[in-house]
């Protein structure tokens, strides 16, 4: 019997183990055609929640050579990344791909796209600058290299995984970093589900004289061989005592217990604080991704 050729475009809820092994095949290619690190997490494509089309992949005569994937940001904000061949290139498939990624999001009531491109990738640059996207920000990506710790260590800083009864302390510590009630409400309550995820909440007090008040967290994204640091807060109080390193080092700590798995984390480009904190411990700047905005609200 007759297989169907693949040409075209194709939008899916879940990817199968075919279409994933296309796309790190076309990743390689991409990657490798402009020395970039494309910035796709394979963990979260092999567990998708089927509940809607986040990835979009197109077909020339079989052959996989453009593709984006959609990663979700609460109910208003999509991130997006998304590659196409080299010998493909200028042909408008990045454009297709884009708009069915903009027509499933608007069936959502999604408000806003947010491209990522590589700061050094040549063709990333063109294309937002094509359709006008407006620049946002930009994040370093840093790797752990050589970890350093120190001695200095403050006991009356408690840093444990939190769960559900730990929502209401979550929600005012990443308040304070700019998000409003129901943002954070919504962003913890999402953390806290994902299975790959354990988010942690660090207390602070005398045992026995306090309950501990809640000041930071952070939470790490565990995949087959990376460890991702991500959502990083302390409360503007007990900021510049050296707990934010102490919660760092203990994290650094427990993966280290377990496995060698590469450890990374995000920082915004202007956030020198953090930067020389992160460096400090050992990371260092793999590479720094551009964030371009596309409203696509009423």
Known sequence: MPVDKKQGLVARQTLSAEELTAIKQLTAICEDYERLYMRLSWGMLQTRSGKQAEDFLYYVDNQLVGYLAMDGHGTETRELVGMVHPDHRREGIFRTLLTAAQTECQRHGVQRLVLICEHSSRSGKAFVEAIKANYDTSEHEMILEHFR??????????????????????????????????????????????????????????????????????????????????????????????????????????????????????????????????????????????????????
Do not use: H
């Open 149 to 298: 710790e120190r001695a200095a260590f403050d006991d009356r800083l408690v840093l444990r995984p939190a769960d559900d009864s730990d929502v209401e302390g979550l929600v005012t510590i990443v308040q304070s970093d700019g998000l409003s009630e129901e943002e954070a409400r919504r962003w913890v309550k999402r953390v806290l589900s994902e299975p790959i995820s354990q988010t942690y909440i660090a207390t602070f007090g005398v045992e026995g004289v306090s309950c501990g008040e809640p000041i930071g967290t952070l939470r790490v994204d565990n995949w087959d061989e990376l460890a991702g640091i991500y959502g990083f807060v302390v409360l503007p109080a007990y900021r510049g005592r050296g707990y934010g390193r102490q919660m760092l080092e203990e994290v650094i700590r427990s993966i280290r217990a377990t496995s060698q798995k590469t450890i990374m984390l995000d920082v915004d480009t202007n956030n020198i604080n953090a930067i020389g904190l992160y460096r400090s411990c050992g990371f260092a700047i793999k590479t720094t991704y551009d964030y371009y905005v596309i409203n696509i609200g009423n």
